[in-house]
Each structure stands twice: as C-alpha cells, then as structure tokens.
C-alpha cells in the first residue's frame, strides 16, 4: 500500500515538474522596454509608433501627428531584442552585429556590469551621445540593442547616456 501511495504522488508531482521546466519565457519587447524608459533614455515623451514579435519602436511625431497623417517623426527609439536557439547562431550575429565596435580603437565604449558583453556607441570626444547613438547587449542566448535616431531639424531633446545604461542593466537582468 505505501509503495501505491508513492508512485501517486511522485506521477502527481510530475506534470508540475514538467510544466516548471518549460521553454525559455516568451520575449515581449515592449514589456521589456517601456514608454517611460524611453522617455528616460530621450528626455522627451515617447509613445509605441511601431511593435512587431522582435522589435518595439518608441517615438513622436512632429507635425499631423502620425505618419499616416503627414506627420515627421521627430525623434525615435529602436529596441531589439532576439533569442537565439544555440550559442553557434549567437556568436555569428553578435560579431556581425559589433564588428565596428570591437576593434581596439573602440574600447571606451565597453560597458561592465550589463549582461555578458555589452557596449555603447555613438560618443562625441567630450563623452555626450551624438544624435544616432546604440547600445548592444549580450546575455546568455540573447541580444538586445536600443538604438535612438534624432533627424535633422528635430525637437531639442537631452539625451542620457547613464538613463540608457541603467535601463539596458534592468533589462539584461531580467532575462
């Protein structure tokens, strides 16, 4: 009889163990990096423009207010997150991915503490970001990158490298 009452418990317990092993959690880009991040890392309003499986946009329209009203988009957030199925694919894409920014003559622009490997570009000589700066991420088998574009003629906006960097950081460790 305590043998049977075993065997039921242990092929109780096992969907549940099952169930907890599952696939890696589902990536949702926007949940990963909100509006307010955004905002953060522009020092200006951001709203979702544009959202896909693997890609979340951040931006404001200057103008009509909408692209599909004539609008100009003033100012944008590009935020990229992938995972990859094995480390062999992860490292093909990572090196393509940082290729201009590994080289020797850009180690200023390793960042510690992100992730596994992470970098920022797009840094004038005096340490500000210039007007299209990036930071790519390396965690596990995931990358991510948050990439900002400012067009010409747009709104003055105070852009902020340590905002970028903190939010890279609250990102990486939730992965």
């Known amino acids: 009889m305590p043998r049977t009452i075993w065997a039921l418990l242990v092929a109780s317990l096992l969907p549940v163990v099952a169930v907890g ?10 949940s990963l990096l909100t509006a307010d991040d955004a905002a953060r890392i522009i020092g200006a309003p951001m709203k979702i423009v544009d959202l896909s499986k693997k890609t979340c946009t951040y931006g404001e329209y200057r103008g009509k207010g909408s692209f599909v ?3 100009v988009l003033d100012r944008a957030l590009f ?9 062999q694919a992860l490292e093909k ?3 393509k991915d940082t290729k201009s920014v590994t080289d020797a003559a ?3 622009q390793v960042l ?6 992470a970098y920022l570009v797009g840094r004038t000589a005096d340490g ?15 990358t ?10 747009h709104e003055p906006v105070t852009l902020s490298a340590n905002a970028r960097i903190t939010v890279a950081k609250k990102i990486a460790d939730q992965l």
Do not use: H, M
């Not at 510690?112 to 490997?117: A, L, N, P, V």
């Not at 991510?144 to 003629?153: E, H, K, N």
């Open 69 to 71: 009203n004539g609008g």
């Open 106 to 108: 850009n180690k200023d």
């Open 112 to 117: 510690t503490g992100i992730g596994d490997e």
């Open 93 to 95: 894409a990572w090196a």
């Open 21 to 30: 092993q599952d696939k890696a959690k589902k990536l949702e880009p926007c």
């Open 144 to 153: 991510f990158s948050i990439a900002v574009l400012l067009p010409p003629g």
């Open 128 to 142: 500000k970001l210039t007007d299209s700066p990036a930071l790519y991420v390396r965690k596990g088998t995931v």
């Open 79 to 87: 935020f990229e997150v992938t995972r990859y199925k094995d480390s």
